[in-house]
Each structure stands twice: as C-alpha cells, then as structure tokens.
C-alpha cells in the first residue's frame, strides 16, 4: 500500500493505518515503525535515540527533548511540569550525562487559566532547581480553543558527558544483570487513578524523581556499568525489549523478582492492563557485569531514589530480540514489545 | 487582582484576563508580560533569551527552542517543516553561533494522515541538509482528535559561538545603524493568503530560509556587528521595540526607506494589517557602528538571502525604548509593540 500526498509517497511497512493513531505515541511497536519507516527516512543519514551524544568544539553533549501532554495535568505525586523538567534530565542521565541546562517550550490552549500555566511554571523552576539545572530559553506559541488541551510541554536538555562514560545497548553483553532501582508501574496507576471517568481510590502517588544523583552513585563505584534506561511510555516491557532488539541479545526476567506494588498489581488486575507495561518517571534499569551487581546494587539502595533497586533477570546469547519472563509455576513467558497505546496520555 | 488556584497565586500585573489568550502566543506585549510576569519568577534566578548562549565544559553553546503550530501546514513557499528547521538555525545564527544539531519533538493529532506528516518530515530533513545541521534526537506524542491540529513540532538547536563574538541588545549604541536584510511581511502575508475563509490571490511565497551564512558573511567582514535579530512573530516593530527597550535606546526609522513589497502593503490595506507588524521568517535586522554599516550592507549584497539589503534607520540616545519612523510627509509616528496577535498561528 502506497499513499500519495501532494507527491509524498509513505515509505511502508508502517501498519496498515493511513493516519495516526494514538498508539503511534505509545512508546511501543508503532512508534517504533513511525520512527523507523518515517521520521528517519525523511531525516537522511541520521541515528535518532533518545539521548544523543555529540561533540561540540572540545565538549562531549548529550542533547535529548520530549514533549509531554499528560492528562490530567495534575496527578498524585506531581503535574506536567515536574515531569517535564525530570523526564528530559533523566533522559540524560541515561546516557551518564551531568544535566546542565534545559529549554521549555510551551503550547497553550486558548482559555487555559492561567493559574494553571503558572502552577505548572513554578513546578518546573521548583523541579530545575532539585536536580541543579537551569531553565535558560524558551518559547510559547497559543492555538485555538478546538485545537489544543491546557498546557502542552516540550523541554530539551544538554547535559555533559565524562570522557570515557560510554552506556548503551550496544555495551549490552550476555551475562550482564539486569537491575531496576525500584517498584514498577507506579506512575501510570497514579495519573490513571484520577482521570475523567476512571477514578478510583489508591494512595498510589507519582514516581516523578530526577535520576542523575541516582547514576552518579553508580558510577561512581567504578563498576562498568553497560546500558540504562529509564523504562516510561510502555514501561519494563518496552524498554527492555528495545534493548534486546538493539544489542541482538535475549532477557530472561524471574517473575517473582520483579517489584509491582499491590496496589499497582491490583488497579492493573482491575483494568486489565500489564504492570510491566505501564509507565515510570523516576526509575531505571541498568545492565551491569555480573561480578559487580551486587556492588552497583549496594550503592543503589543508599540513594533516595534506589532505596527499593533489585536484580530482576540476566541477558542471554539465546533468543536475541526476546524477552522472556519465568513464572512462579516455573514455565516461561514472553514479554512483547506493547503494540500500541495501553494508556494514552500517560506523559 | 490576584486569582488563586488550588495555592497558586497569579503574581500579576498579567493584563486583566484570567485565562490564556490567543494574543499571548503573538510574541509581543501580551507574550512579553506572560514571560515577565508568569515564567520568569515561577522559574527563578534565569534570564530567558530567544538564543541563550552558555558554557558546557569548555564549548560556548548557543541553545535555542522554538515550538511551531503554523496553519495551514503547507503555504507557498514552505512547510511547518521548512519553518521548524530554519527558524530554530536562525535563532542560533542571531547569537552568531554555527548551528549544529537539533532535536525535533512532535505532537501529532489522531487522525492526522501518515502521508502529511511524513512530507513535512521530509521538508525537515532536506531543510537541515540544505542548513548543514544535524537532526540527531527526536520525540513523537499523540492526542487525541479534539485536543491537537495536524502537526505540532518544536526543535531545538545547539550552536557553537566562536570565541570573542558577542552579539545582543546589550551591545546596541546610539548611532549605530539598522540594516534589514530584504524585504519585510512576506511570510505572514503568504500564509494568510491560502487561510481557510481569507484565500486571496498573491504571487507572495514565504521567505522562510537559514540565515546562518548570511550571518557568516557578515561578521567575515570584520565589522564589529552589534545586535542579529530575526524579527519573526511580530513582525519589525516587535524586535525593534524588544531592542530598543533592552537597550535603552530609541530608534528612528526612515518610512520610505522601509522595503516593503506592494504585494505586501497591498494585502496588508486589504486586510487592515501593519506590514511592520507581520512576520518575516528568512530576514535579519542588524545594528552595526555607522562607519562599518556600508562594509556590512556590501558583504550581505553579495549572498543570496541578502541581496536586498538596506539602511532603514538609526539607533538614538533620545526617547529610550521607543520607536518611530519618519513619514513621507515629514511627521513622525511612533511605531509601537503589537499588543496581541494580529496573525494567530503564524509560525
């Protein structure tokens, strides 16, 4: 199937849709398809991750953006500001950058209170100054009523990279452990429990945190720390299945090890949605020689935001691409790439 | 009038309305007391420039955001995409930074057709081929059909600033002249002029263009170029009175002397608009010693986006913070700040 536009002719296989769906912004499959058979097509010889590392004069940058548009702008735990400021730092902690300065872009709807753009402003600064980073530029554009929905936020951050810091799926080896500072599927149950419609009780709050103090710590320890990644939009799952499919290695998780609070295990039992699939803002997986887990592991849980890391699971020369997960009953499972949208909105 | 929300308190003068308007994203007096008044005390200790210029390790960055909600996405002359890509280059240029690197985010309506957006995709990668930067990083979001309209993109851009070069208000002289690099109002008026409702015929295609050679060209000249301004939304009057109140300075512009096109003033009469006031998206205004400004305006001749080049006034130590022109009949009037947004979602 080929669409022409004006001449444009779309380079499938993207699914069989002609127009965007919202699983296109999951984070999953889609995604992947639209980066991969659209945006990098389109943009030439380029290699799109979510952290760049380039060089600039003498300086080593990590350069990373996100927009957010999570509904409600105001959840347990924190708003779309805290995690704008947070969800760019952590992208740049992911590659072992020191954070240094941010840009904020805004899209307004026509007839957003202002209270409320003020609300989400000071959540920012407030969430700039916890990690020590700067808010130096930024823009604000206004569209009409129909056509946007409150506060729309796209924040870019550059931060410094050490010489000699080199973290990314492709350092992935077979071996390595597989670690996660803390319990899973927090934030997406926290901005769930008070959306239009879907309101239910839970004291599940936000796990909104600034990482890089977190990544520090690790390295720090000297350990050769392989691959972190902050599992978001389309939680465990997608994340470590992006890194499988990139490093051409398997993951084997042990099911019982991996921390889904009750609460979160409940509201997803309730709703039918897969813990492993929904989306965290302060929490990382890292993937760490095995000799020295236990180290990187000590140093995690004397932080504040890894109080809770443990080991999950191992990569593996078998099944590369794959991720597999072993059941209490001990049979295995497998733990797909989420296709689309489990929860649209959700950053 | 303070209005609360949930503790936050409005720290106003905000002019007297409640909620956002379309006149704040018009980039002039609305937009300047929403980043006065409301962003820049939410995020504390900054000072939010358009191009902030900052040291990482030991590189000078330019770093610059912009966020495009341009409509219709397509216009004679260009796209959002085109836009998106050369208006964050030009940001950079006007800090006299070499542009390097961008970073494009997107916020995608459900239902927008896969083939739109993979042509304004292209219209990125082959703007930034043709500007010599790189897209290395990126981000896709998807709302829901009643909350977005088509493509939302903000990039941004990382630029190197040669040691030494210092461009800004901050360096505007009284004497000094003010160059602009071609004609003025050309791609609001091309954009209005295929607006649902507004079509009317017009040979006007956008400017829209990287200005970063020109920039080049003119500071090889060794002239001791003082302030770069792309004067975009809001056209002329808007950076010239952000200029002029930056610096304290008044600026005397000659009316005839104003290259405006007669397709733009005609359009302009038509639709009762300012042609001052309307944007430009591939124009430059610079301030540059009077004894320098004939060696600067020769070097801009010669490049392609310059070729049109001219004097249209003068910085003056008189009624800082003001400008006027001086009309055909001998008076002056006093060109003001655009309040709102006479143009909505021009760029």
Known sequence: MTIDFEGWACPLPLRDTPAI????GGGG????????HLFLPAFGDVALTDSAVVTAG??????STDSFVVRPMFFPGGSIGDLAVNGTVNDLAMSGATPLYLSAAFILQEGTPLPAV????TAMGEAARAAGVRLV???????DFDSGDGVYVTTTGIGLVADGVDLGPHRATAGDAVLVSGP?????VAVLSCRQGLEFGTEVRSDTAPLHGLVAAMLATGADVHTLRDPTRGG????LNEIAGAAKLGVELVERDLPV????????????????QVANEGKLVALVPPDQADRVLAAMREHPYGRDACRIGVCVAEHPGMVVARTGLGGTRVVTMPIGEQLPRIC
């Not at 499959?29 to 991969?36: E, F, P, T, V």
């Not at 465990?236 to 994340?239: R, V």
């Open 21 to 24: 769906v919202m699983g296109h």
């Open 29 to 36: 499959a889609m995604s992947g398809d639209l980066i991969n």
């Open 58 to 63: 003498t300086a080593r940058l990590a350069f």
């Open 118 to 121: 003020g609300r989400i402003a």
């Open 137 to 143: 530029t930024g823009d604000t554009k206004v569209v």
């Open 184 to 188: 899973l599927g927090v934030h997406g």
């Open 236 to 239: 465990l799952a997608a994340t």
């Open 261 to 276: 609070p009750a609460e979160v295990a409940d509201a997803c039992h309730l709703l039918g949605l897969d813990p492993l």
